[in-house]
Protein backbone atom coordinates (compact mmCIF):
# COMPACT_ATOMS: atom_id res chain seq x y z
CA UNK A 1 0.00 0.00 0.00
CA UNK A 2 1.07 3.68 0.01
CA UNK A 3 3.37 4.38 2.49
CA UNK A 4 5.07 7.52 3.50
CA UNK A 5 7.40 6.75 6.45
CA UNK A 6 9.38 10.23 8.15
CA UNK A 7 11.93 10.29 9.75
CA UNK A 8 12.35 10.74 14.09
CA UNK A 9 12.12 13.82 16.37
CA UNK A 10 14.80 16.13 16.39
CA UNK A 11 15.90 18.59 19.00
CA UNK A 12 17.60 21.66 17.75
CA UNK A 13 18.88 25.09 19.28
CA UNK A 14 17.68 28.19 18.29
CA UNK A 15 19.77 29.51 14.96
CA UNK A 16 20.31 25.88 13.89
CA UNK A 17 19.26 24.05 10.98
CA UNK A 18 16.61 20.37 10.69
CA UNK A 19 16.21 18.34 7.94
CA UNK A 20 13.33 15.84 7.37
CA UNK A 21 12.86 12.85 5.63
CA UNK A 22 10.17 11.64 4.06
CA UNK A 23 10.36 7.71 2.37
CA UNK A 24 7.65 7.21 0.00
CA UNK A 25 6.86 3.41 -0.92
CA UNK A 26 3.77 1.93 -2.97
CA UNK A 27 3.98 3.52 -5.85
CA UNK A 28 5.88 5.17 -8.95
CA UNK A 29 7.27 7.71 -6.71
CA UNK A 30 8.16 10.63 -9.43
CA UNK A 31 4.40 10.69 -10.60
CA UNK A 32 2.57 12.39 -7.47
CA UNK A 33 3.95 15.83 -6.40
CA UNK A 34 4.62 15.78 -2.46
CA UNK A 35 3.60 18.83 0.21
CA UNK A 36 5.09 19.49 3.42
CA UNK A 37 2.38 20.93 5.39
CA UNK A 38 3.61 21.67 9.55
CA UNK A 39 1.04 21.97 12.91
CA UNK A 40 2.62 23.78 15.46
CA UNK A 41 1.59 22.34 19.26
CA UNK A 42 -2.42 22.70 19.64
CA UNK A 43 -2.81 24.85 16.82
CA UNK A 44 -3.76 24.16 13.08
CA UNK A 45 -1.92 23.38 9.94
CA UNK A 46 0.24 25.55 7.80
CA UNK A 47 1.16 24.48 4.37
CA UNK A 48 5.20 24.98 3.46
CA UNK A 49 5.51 23.85 0.22
CA UNK A 50 5.35 21.23 -2.79
CA UNK A 51 7.93 19.40 -5.08
CA UNK A 52 7.81 17.63 -8.14
CA UNK A 53 9.88 14.49 -7.03
CA UNK A 54 10.37 14.19 -11.03
CA UNK A 55 12.21 17.09 -12.05
CA UNK A 56 12.95 19.09 -8.48
CA UNK A 57 11.11 22.02 -8.91
CA UNK A 58 9.42 23.62 -6.10
CA UNK A 59 7.05 26.11 -4.91
CA UNK A 60 7.03 27.66 -1.27
CA UNK A 61 4.32 30.32 0.11
CA UNK A 62 6.26 33.75 0.92
CA UNK A 63 6.07 33.09 4.67
CA UNK A 64 9.25 30.16 3.92
CA UNK A 65 11.06 31.58 0.99
CA UNK A 66 14.58 31.94 1.86
CA UNK A 67 14.71 29.73 4.47
CA UNK A 68 13.00 26.02 4.03
CA UNK A 69 14.42 23.87 1.07
CA UNK A 70 12.93 20.74 -0.32
CA UNK A 71 15.01 17.94 -2.74
CA UNK A 72 14.21 14.78 -3.54
CA UNK A 73 16.44 11.41 -4.11
CA UNK A 74 14.98 9.28 -6.77
CA UNK A 75 17.23 6.32 -6.10
CA UNK A 76 15.63 6.12 -2.49
CA UNK A 77 12.19 7.75 -3.02
CA UNK A 78 13.20 10.25 -0.61
CA UNK A 79 12.18 13.75 -0.42
CA UNK A 80 13.87 15.97 2.27
CA UNK A 81 12.83 19.60 4.20
CA UNK A 82 15.51 21.29 5.31
CA UNK A 83 14.64 24.40 7.76
CA UNK A 84 17.15 26.98 8.63
CA UNK A 85 17.05 29.90 11.64
CA UNK A 86 15.41 27.82 13.52
CA UNK A 87 13.47 29.66 16.17
CA UNK A 88 11.01 28.67 19.06
CA UNK A 89 8.07 29.63 16.88
CA UNK A 90 8.85 26.42 14.53
CA UNK A 91 8.65 24.04 17.16
CA UNK A 92 5.61 21.66 15.52
CA UNK A 93 5.20 18.42 13.97
CA UNK A 94 5.95 18.11 10.31
CA UNK A 95 4.23 16.20 8.05
CA UNK A 96 4.67 14.94 4.40
CA UNK A 97 1.79 14.45 2.24
CA UNK A 98 0.97 13.31 -1.37
CA UNK A 99 -1.41 14.46 -3.60
CA UNK A 100 -4.64 12.40 -4.27
CA UNK A 101 -4.81 11.95 -7.67
CA UNK A 102 -2.50 11.05 -10.89
CA UNK A 103 -3.31 12.98 -13.64
CA UNK A 104 -5.47 15.90 -12.00
CA UNK A 105 -4.53 19.37 -11.95
CA UNK A 106 -2.79 20.59 -9.10
CA UNK A 107 -4.80 22.74 -7.86
CA UNK A 108 -7.45 20.39 -7.65
CA UNK A 109 -5.81 17.78 -5.76
CA UNK A 110 -5.21 16.80 -2.26
CA UNK A 111 -3.35 15.73 0.45
CA UNK A 112 -3.69 11.78 1.20
CA UNK A 113 -1.99 9.96 2.45
CA UNK A 114 -0.02 11.87 5.11
CA UNK A 115 3.46 10.54 6.92
CA UNK A 116 3.13 9.90 10.38
CA UNK A 117 5.13 13.06 11.41
CA UNK A 118 8.34 14.55 12.67
CA UNK A 119 8.17 16.74 16.30
CA UNK A 120 11.20 19.23 16.10
CA UNK A 121 11.62 21.09 18.91
CA UNK A 122 13.68 24.14 19.29
CA UNK A 123 14.69 25.33 22.35
CA UNK A 124 17.89 26.44 24.09
CA UNK B 1 -3.41 36.42 1.42
CA UNK B 2 -6.63 34.22 1.07
CA UNK B 3 -8.39 33.10 4.32
CA UNK B 4 -10.76 30.20 5.34
CA UNK B 5 -12.53 30.94 8.25
CA UNK B 6 -14.08 28.06 10.48
CA UNK B 7 -15.74 28.19 13.61
CA UNK B 8 -13.56 26.98 16.64
CA UNK B 9 -15.67 24.11 17.61
CA UNK B 10 -18.98 22.78 17.24
CA UNK B 11 -21.07 20.22 19.04
CA UNK B 12 -23.50 17.67 18.26
CA UNK B 13 -25.80 14.82 19.73
CA UNK B 14 -25.17 11.04 18.64
CA UNK B 15 -27.45 10.26 16.10
CA UNK B 16 -28.05 14.02 14.88
CA UNK B 17 -26.75 16.19 12.19
CA UNK B 18 -23.10 18.34 12.53
CA UNK B 19 -22.34 20.56 10.12
CA UNK B 20 -19.08 22.40 9.73
CA UNK B 21 -19.05 25.64 7.53
CA UNK B 22 -15.85 27.30 6.02
CA UNK B 23 -16.09 30.96 5.05
CA UNK B 24 -13.45 32.51 2.06
CA UNK B 25 -14.17 34.46 -0.90
CA UNK B 26 -16.04 33.39 -3.56
CA UNK B 27 -14.91 29.73 -2.36
CA UNK B 28 -17.84 28.68 -4.63
CA UNK B 29 -15.45 28.74 -7.80
CA UNK B 30 -12.64 26.85 -6.47
CA UNK B 31 -12.32 22.87 -5.21
CA UNK B 32 -13.01 22.68 -0.72
CA UNK B 33 -11.74 19.87 0.93
CA UNK B 34 -11.87 18.56 3.79
CA UNK B 35 -9.70 16.67 6.53
CA UNK B 36 -10.07 14.72 9.94
CA UNK B 37 -7.21 14.52 12.78
CA UNK B 38 -8.14 12.68 15.78
CA UNK B 39 -5.44 13.13 18.50
CA UNK B 40 -1.93 12.20 18.19
CA UNK B 41 -2.81 11.15 14.22
CA UNK B 42 -1.88 12.60 11.22
CA UNK B 43 -5.04 14.05 9.13
CA UNK B 44 -7.06 12.18 6.75
CA UNK B 45 -9.01 13.48 3.72
CA UNK B 46 -12.77 12.49 4.00
CA UNK B 47 -13.96 15.35 1.48
CA UNK B 48 -12.06 15.76 -2.45
CA UNK B 49 -13.59 18.65 -4.63
CA UNK B 50 -16.31 19.37 -2.90
CA UNK B 51 -18.43 16.86 -2.53
CA UNK B 52 -16.24 13.16 -3.27
CA UNK B 53 -15.74 10.75 -0.27
CA UNK B 54 -12.72 8.60 -0.72
CA UNK B 55 -13.15 4.75 -0.66
CA UNK B 56 -13.40 3.58 3.47
CA UNK B 57 -15.08 6.95 4.20
CA UNK B 58 -17.96 6.76 5.72
CA UNK B 59 -21.36 8.01 3.75
CA UNK B 60 -22.50 9.36 6.52
CA UNK B 61 -19.53 12.07 5.50
CA UNK B 62 -21.17 14.65 2.78
CA UNK B 63 -20.01 18.12 1.44
CA UNK B 64 -21.03 21.05 -0.47
CA UNK B 65 -19.89 24.16 -1.42
CA UNK B 66 -21.39 27.41 -3.19
CA UNK B 67 -21.52 31.01 -2.68
CA UNK B 68 -18.68 31.67 -0.39
CA UNK B 69 -19.55 28.40 1.91
CA UNK B 70 -18.35 24.80 1.79
CA UNK B 71 -19.80 22.74 4.58
CA UNK B 72 -18.82 19.55 5.74
CA UNK B 73 -22.20 17.29 6.81
CA UNK B 74 -21.91 14.12 9.08
CA UNK B 75 -25.08 12.38 9.04
CA UNK B 76 -26.00 10.34 12.19
CA UNK B 77 -22.72 11.69 13.87
CA UNK B 78 -20.98 9.00 16.03
CA UNK B 79 -18.92 9.28 19.15
CA UNK B 80 -15.85 7.82 16.73
CA UNK B 81 -16.38 11.24 14.31
CA UNK B 82 -15.07 13.15 17.38
CA UNK B 83 -12.14 15.40 15.87
CA UNK B 84 -10.63 18.01 14.58
CA UNK B 85 -12.03 19.37 11.17
CA UNK B 86 -9.68 21.25 8.73
CA UNK B 87 -11.36 22.71 4.94
CA UNK B 88 -8.40 23.18 2.59
CA UNK B 89 -8.40 25.14 -1.19
CA UNK B 90 -5.50 25.85 -3.43
CA UNK B 91 -5.36 29.82 -3.87
CA UNK B 92 -3.50 30.66 -7.40
CA UNK B 93 -0.58 28.22 -6.55
CA UNK B 94 -0.69 28.20 -2.61
CA UNK B 95 -2.54 26.04 -0.38
CA UNK B 96 -4.56 27.38 2.07
CA UNK B 97 -6.40 25.83 5.46
CA UNK B 98 -9.22 26.98 7.24
CA UNK B 99 -8.48 27.41 11.31
CA UNK B 100 -10.08 24.19 12.40
CA UNK B 101 -13.41 23.09 13.71
CA UNK B 102 -13.74 20.70 16.84
CA UNK B 103 -16.56 18.42 16.47
CA UNK B 104 -17.71 17.58 20.23
CA UNK B 105 -20.02 14.27 20.16
CA UNK B 106 -21.72 14.53 23.38
Known amino acids: QVRLEQSGAEVKKPGASVKVSCKAS????????IHWVRQAPGQGLEWMGI????????TYPQKFQGRVTMTRDTSTSTVYMELSSLRSEDTAVYYCAREGSFGVVITSNWFDPWGQGTLVTVSS | SYELIQPPSVSVSPGQTASITCSGD??????AFWYQQKPGQSPVVVIYQDTKRPSGIPERFSGSNSGNTATLTISGTQAMDEADYYC?????????FGGGTRLTVL
Open chain 2, 26 to 31: KLGDKY
Open chain 1, 51 to 58: INPSGGGT
Open chain 1, 26 to 33: GYTFTSYY
Open chain 2, 88 to 96: QAWDRSAVV
